[in-house]
């Protein structure tokens, strides 16, 4: 299942990303506030449970989150929401997928991973900004799957129609966050309006 988060403020702050006129820093800067919203929206599904505390004024029955967090980015372009994440979940563990396009065929290909161990039944918020043919989440799912993390949130900036449905139907347990839902891919499987290549924009390498 998808989550489009319809707010006004979010949607200003994505123009802006997609805009071709704003460099690497604003860039990175807009990527990590527009992930903070999409977190926080994505964080009402958590577990909660009772715990009993002392305010100043005496005893209260609280509620604190259930599950340990990992976060997961897929590299590279994952990186630049990772602060973001952090920054409302200090203490999430991080683990890392290294998963690129091949220029020609579009096939996700893995090339690195490193995940936090011994963990009982995580959540995990898997994190890349760009959903387009879908191939590099499907690929990082069944990964985080064959090592037993079971419990997955997606979180991307701009999906494209087609990457969701791939995902939805590869992994219907995973609910999917996104800041929006772009129209199509292009014939490079590149996302129509979206943003252009989200790794060159966030690091400047083109
Ligand atoms: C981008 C993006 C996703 C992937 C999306 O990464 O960050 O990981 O493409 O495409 P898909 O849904 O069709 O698989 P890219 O391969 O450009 O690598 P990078 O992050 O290293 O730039
Ligand atoms: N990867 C990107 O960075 N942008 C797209 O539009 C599609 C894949």
Known sequence: MYHEINHPFLKHKL???RDENTKHKEFRELANEITMLICYEALKNIEVEDCEI???MGKMTGKRMSNEIVVVPILRAGVGMLDGILTLIPNARVGFVGMYRDHDTKQPVEYYSKLPEDMKNPLVF???PMLATG???VATIDLLKAKGFTNIVFISIISAPE???TVEEA???VQIFTGNVDEFLDDNKYIIPGLGDAGDRLFGTK
């Open 135 to 137: 191939g590099s989440v």
């Open 126 to 128: 898997l994190i890349d």
């Open 171 to 173: 992994h219907p347990d």
């Open 163 to 165: 990457g969701i449905k």
């Open 15 to 17: 123009t802006a990303l």
């Open 54 to 56: 002392r305010t100043p």
